[in-house]
């Protein structure tokens, strides 16, 4: 009798979560050996590669909850390794920023980070990472929530 595929065997959600942990536990490992946790290395490095956020978008973008996400900040910030500002465009909204003492501590994880990226890639073809990462940009884009639609 010849088995058949489950269904998670082919599952989008399940492979992406699948994949996912498999290429990030990895690096985790690494982020963890260096004192941070791995949300700590998340929020850091996002806001080191990206300026300024608000927390929503910080939450977003690091696949955090929103009330994790302004706690850490604030440890973060008592840590002297974040500042925050309120928004000059609108004064309802808190900024957060790395600052230099932050930028320091995950300076050498990012260079460590694009290593891995590296490594975990080396063996695939080059084009076939290029269409995976922009399939990769486009399905978040379209299931990115704003104001409680999905993007289109």
């Known amino acids: ?13 399940a492979l992406l979560g699948q994949a996912w942990y498999l290429v990030s536990t990895e690096f985790h490992e690494i982020v963890e050996q260096q004192g941070l946790s791995v949300l700590e290395w998340r929020v850091l490095s996002t806001l080191a590669s990206h300026g300024s956020m608000a927390i929503s978008e910080l939450a977003q973008t690091t696949v955090s909850k ?19 500002t309120t928004s000059l465009d609108d004064r309802r909204f808190t ?3 790395v600052t230099r003492s932050g930028r320091r501590l995950v300076s050498g ?13 080396k063996p695939l073809d080059p084009h076939k990472v290029a269409v ?7 399905l978040i884009a379209r299931h990115t929530r704003t104001g409680g639609r999905t993007a289109s």
Do not use: C, N, S, W
Not at 1 to 13: E, G, H
Not at 66 to 84: D, W, Y
Not at 109 to 121: P, T
């Open 1 to 13: 009798m010849a088995k058949t595929k489950a269904f998670v065997d082919d599952y989008l959600p």
């Open 66 to 84: 929103q009330p994790t996400v302004t706690r850490l900040v604030l440890r973060l910030e008592a840590q002297g390794h974040i500042e925050r």
């Open 95 to 97: 900024l957060v920023r």
């Open 109 to 121: 994880l990012m260079e460590k980070a694009e290593q891995h990226e590296r490594d975990v890639l």
């Open 132 to 138: 995976l990462k922009e399939l990769l940009h486009e």
